[in-house]
């Protein structure tokens, strides 16, 4: 910074003549005014250090975010080389002695299904657990033919609707399995944005089992083996709802700040034992339940997405592993204060719902 001292000098006698109106001779200026002469230096330096900060950073996000979907996903083996490091931290490459269990909800589809195919090309056995058979059979199917040597076990439920004893069938399930990672993935959100008072009670129930309950049950269910060995690794993959309160997605958005914030808590409960928790900031994936088709730079596919996760995972306990998305959360977090932010998705939220009325209106018609 001391190398732009020079170029200041200039300037700010200009703008302290203009304040005081006096000669801009620097020595003058300060002999009549010292506390405004060293205030204004003062204040122009520490806005300038403040410039240059946010351009640095700027450009190291920038640098990522042009890089297109093709250089990540073509950096596979880095990633891998990434995560093989990390298991001198006793991270998520598994021994090569013994072949764990990596259990994976919601791996029908979207994210979950990429986590259940990258772990198992890692080295693990997989437990698949979703509402459809068939879908998780063709899961089971795409990593046997991957990964031969990676056993998968298929566990069908619906989490809306798990009764006592359908979770007791799953404990039963794990219970012999040395499981050493738990992905709680499986989530649920409104079909359009919508007001709290017109959702049925039926679809408030879903979310709350779905999003807060299974993820605190499973937790149950397989959190103590991994005390016992003290070996484990969860991630609960999260929301920006869960970051930023959701006007029109109310519930969905509670659910995901309490997922944020439990993991944390729960994160540094378990830290003593090697077990490492993290919640991941997910923002737009192109998936089916974000309605989102095309994949891009800010809405990354599937695939790419969870190289992104797993390539990071154990520097935080609440992570954006993304390159984009962390920008784009750097950018929130510097810049935009939580009553801008709730605005802006309010307006979003309400657009959204306008248009997804709209369309139910014109297909009614048709019908």
């Known amino acids: 910074m001391m190398f732009l001292i020079p170029y200041l000098i200039g300037p700010l006698k200009k703008i302290i003549s203009v304040l005081t109106g006096f000669s801009d001779d620097l020595f003058i200026l300060y002999t009549a005014h010292p506390i405004l002469t060293v205030t204004v230096i003062a204040l122009t330096t520490l806005s300038l250090s403040f ?46 002695k013994l072949r764990p269990w990596a259990v994976v909800t919601g791996a029908s589809d979207g994210i979950g299904k990429e986590f259940a195919l990258q772990l198992a090309h890692l080295g693990y056995n997989i ?17 046997s033919t ?9 566990l069908p439920v619906d989490y809306a609707a798990a009764s006592t004893h359908d979770y007791d069938t ?48 499973m937790t149950r269910i ?20 869960g970051k930023v309160p959701s006007a029109y997605l109310s519930v969905y958005s509670g659910s995901k700040a309490f997922l944020r914030f439990w993991s944390q808590a729960l994160a540094l409960e378990v830290k003593p034992s090697n077990i490492h928790v993290e ?36 520097n935080s306990i609440n992570s954006t592993p993304y390159p984009p998305h962390g920008f784009v959360s750097w950018m929130f977090e510097r810049f935009a204060p939580e009553h801008l932010l709730m605005k802006l998705s309010c307006d979003m939220h ?18």
Do not use: C
Request: glycine residues 4%.
């Open 146 to 154: 991957q990964d031969p040597l990676s056993k998968t076990l298929i």
């Open 222 to 241: 397989i959190l103590p083996q991994m005390l016992a060995r003290k070996e484990g690794t969860i991630i609960n993959v999260g929301s920006m709802a």
């Open 279 to 314: 919640h991941v900031n997910t923002y737009f994936v192109a998936t089916a339940m974000s309605k989102i088709r095309k994949a891009s730079w800010l809405a990354p596919s599937p695939k790419l997405y969870v190289q992104s996760v797993l390539a990071n995972v154990g």
């Open 51 to 96: 410039v240059v900060q946010i351009l640095l950073s700027f450009t190291n996000y920038l640098i990522l975010i042009l890089l297109p979907s093709s250089f990540w996903a073509s950096k596979g083996s880095i990633l891998k080389l990434q995560l093989q490091e990390k298991n001198k931290a006793g991270k998520l490459v598994p021994s090569k």
């Open 170 to 217: 799953i404990a039963a399930a794990l219970r012999p399995l040395h499981i050493t990672v738990l992905i709680n993935n499986v989530g649920i959100s409104h079909a359009f944005p919508i007001s709290f008072v017109e959702e049925t009670s039926d679809m408030v129930h879903s979310i709350v089992q779905v999003n807060i309950m299974a993820q605190l049950t």
């Open 127 to 143: 437990v698949l657990i979703s509402r459809s058979v068939d879908r998780l059979k063709l899961v089971a199917d795409l990593i």
């Open 350 to 367: 309400l657009d959204i719902r306008k248009r997804a009325l709209a369309k139910i209106a014109r297909e009614a018609k048709k019908n």
